[in-house]
Each structure stands twice: as C-alpha cells, then as structure tokens.
C-alpha cells in the first residue's frame, strides 16, 4: 500500500485538521511532496505541528520520512511536463544553477554515505570474475551504461551492452546469458519495462545481476544480487544523475582493480596505439 492508499483507507479516522492535510496531499501530492510542514500547515490553514502529527499518525518517524515517500510516489508517476510545474515550484527564484549544483552534490554526499561497502565490493569481485559481462541501460540511464561500456571494453574483451527498443531483440542479445554471467542492470523513476525485464531474464538464468538503481524498492532491486542505491533526482524534465554516475565511476576503478595487472598490460598496449596513431591531440598542437 502506497502512501495515497495509506491516507485514503485512514481518513475517515482523521481529525478535521488533519482530513484538511490529507485532502490537499491527496489531490495535490506533486505538490505537498516538496513542501516542509510549515509551508504545508499555511496552505492548508493548520499548524505546523499538526502537520507533524499527521506524519506520526501515519506510521512514519517524522515529517520528512513523508515527505520522502512522496517524493518516491510522484517520481514513479509524474509525467515530463508535470515535472516542469513541480520544478517551477520546487526550486522558484533566484540562481538556479547553485540550486542544481546544491541538489546534486546533496545526492552524492547521502549516495557515498548510504551506499553498502560489502555489497559494492561484492559487486566489483562478480564483474571482475564474470564469463561475460552485460550491460543494459535504457532512456537517459543509457548514458551510464553507455560510459560502462566504453571503460570495461577497453579493459576487457568480454563486454556487451544490450541496446534495443524491441523486446524480441532484447531476449535475443541475451540468449546465452547464464550462471557464470553478470548483468548491469542501470534504471531510475520512471524505470525502463526493458531493463527490468533484462534483469529479470538474467536472474531467471541464473546470471548475477548487479542493479544501479534508486534502492530496494525498485524493481530491479528487487532482483538484485547486488544493489548499488544511488540518489537521483528530477531536475524539472531532465534526470539528474550526478549521484549514479559518481557510483559508476567508482564501480569501475574497484573493478579495474580487481584486474589490475591485466589493466595494466592492456592500457600499456593502447597507449602506444593512441600514440602512434595521434587518437589525442595536446594543447599546443
């Protein structure tokens, strides 16, 4: 049960003050999902404190564990140009991009301090151990693993990224997918019907599937070996994953790592490749 659902079946147990909050929460949740109690208290002609209370009267901690689980709600659910009103509102006047610049940097701060140390080390030792490495992202995660690819083919030759909008093709780029594999598996709010579908071909087969996801609750967390949980966020239509790809970027270095002296003969051979052939051009030149 969702936290609308959880407000609905209760309302009628509700004081007058608090059906006032949840009528508003209800029909406005894009909205009340980023305000603090204060804010909400005025909107709706309560105190602050009865906002609080509403929260405890929930179930939840506090104010901003509903707070959170509206946001995750109307992440899943709000189309783009509803995102654009909830960003007007949200983020209002002022510099914006130290706003965005303030969200990111938040992001990645609670990524590093919630991410699972066992689990990320668990997670490099399976792709540095796998037969075959598969990497899905699909929408704007496709830039993730888009950049995967391009490090770990570099690093290995025993990496495919499935890219498709079928999804015929989608089972046939994995076919042999099998126990000694390992999927990435990479999708945020609103998640890609393909990608989870990828992981959960993968899992079926019995491959290890490694998801980069925004925690548990997704459904490929669900599926999930080894959950690698990132803070995203929506900034009006665009995805913001600063938070995925700084978790990314360590993934990789942790593989490498594991690897690192077949790495190291690798990268040793395409420098004198990238040299020979002039693949970079100084500063001067």
């Keep these: 049960m969702d936290v609308l659902d959880k407000i609905t079946q209760m309302r009628p147990t509700f004081s007058k003050g608090q059906k006032r909050i949840a009528d508003f929460i209800t029909s406005h949740a894009d909205k009340a999902a980023f305000m603090t109690a204060a804010r909400m208290g005025a909107t709706v002609g309560v105190s602050e404190s009865t906002v609080v209370r509403f929260a405890y009267e929930l179930g939840f901690e506090g104010y901003p564990e509903l707070s959170r689980a509206l946001q995750q709600l109307i992440r899943v659910q709000l189309t783009s140009v509803q995102r654009i009103s909830v960003t007007k509102d949200r983020m209002g006047e002022g510099d914006l991009l130290e706003k965005a610049f303030s969200y990111d940097m938040d992001k990645i701060r609670r990524t590093m301090e919630e991410t699972s ?38 690093m290995f030759n025993n990496v495919r990224r499935v890219h498709t909008s079928s999804t015929s093709e989608l089972y046939e780029q994995m076919v042999r997918v099998g126990p000694k594999d390992v ?43 080894h959950l690698l949980a990132a803070r995203s966020d929506m900034t009006s239509f665009v995805d913001s994953l600063a938070a995925p790809f700084s978790l990314v970027n360590a993934l990789i270095v942790a593989v490498g790592l594991q690897k690192e002296d077949e790495v190291r003969n690798t990268f040793e051979r395409l420098e004198g490749i990238w040299s020979e052939y002039h693949v970079y051009q100084g500063p001067s030149s």
């Design 117 to 154: 140390r066992a689990d990320f080390q668990a997670a490099a030792e399976s792709i540095a151990a796998a037969r075959n490495i598969y990497v899905i992202g699909d929408r704007s995660a496709g830039a993730l693993a888009y950049f995967i690819e391009y490090y770990f083919g570099l």
């Design 183 to 225: 999927l990435i598996g990479i999708s945020f709010p609103r998640y890609s019907t393909l990608t989870v579908r990828a992981c959960r071909f993968a899992a079926d087969a019995g491959a290890t599937v490694v998801a980069v996801t925004d925690g548990p609750a997704s459904p490929l967390g669900k599926m999930a070996n």
